[in-house]
């Protein structure tokens, strides 16, 4: 991917992650987003899906990096535990994920811009494509 694109995330997701409140606001976002959304969290510890989530940041990046080997390297497990042998999160429920940090970035970011939101979807877009192919292996 770019480098110019991968920079933009990656300065985007300090200053979010600067903001004490990111990951909580985008959980609040993305519970709201569909029922289906929060079926699947009915029992979760949120201390613990914050940290889980922040450090797969890094691994989602990691994976963008390298768009050809990097998913495959960096988030086998990750598509275990979303597929359906586990959590069955169908392909609709990332278009919820997306939008919800999408709106989130948008309010944490002091740097947001039109280029920053294309950055993050660009880098998530692996990932997420990713996920959504291993869905059922
Ligand atoms: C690319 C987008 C996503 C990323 C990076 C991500 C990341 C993660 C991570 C790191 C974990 C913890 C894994 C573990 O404990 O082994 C997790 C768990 C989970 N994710 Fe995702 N996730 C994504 C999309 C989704 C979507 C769309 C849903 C749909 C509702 C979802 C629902 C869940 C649930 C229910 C758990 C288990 C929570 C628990 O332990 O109670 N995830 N996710």
Known sequence: MDAEIL?????????????PDFL?????????????????????????QN??????????LKAARDEENGPETYLGPL????????????AEL??????????????CDAGWSEEVEQAWEAVMGVG???LCSRYNS
């Open 79 to 90: 598509a275990e535990r979303h597929g359906a042998r586990q959590l069955r999160v169908g």
């Open 7 to 19: 920079r933009k995330f990656e300065g985007s997701l300090a200053r979010c992650l600067a903001d």
């Open 51 to 60: 940290r889980a989530l922040q450090a797969s940041f890094d691994t989602m």
């Open 24 to 48: 909580d606001i985008f959980y609040g976002n993305f519970l709201s987003s569909s029922p289906k959304v929060r079926e699947k969290f009915a029992g979760t510890d949120f201390e613990r």
């Open 94 to 107: 990332y278009d919820f994920w997306l939008d919800s940090l999408l709106k989130t970035v948008k309010v």
């Open 128 to 130: 997420i494509r990713y």
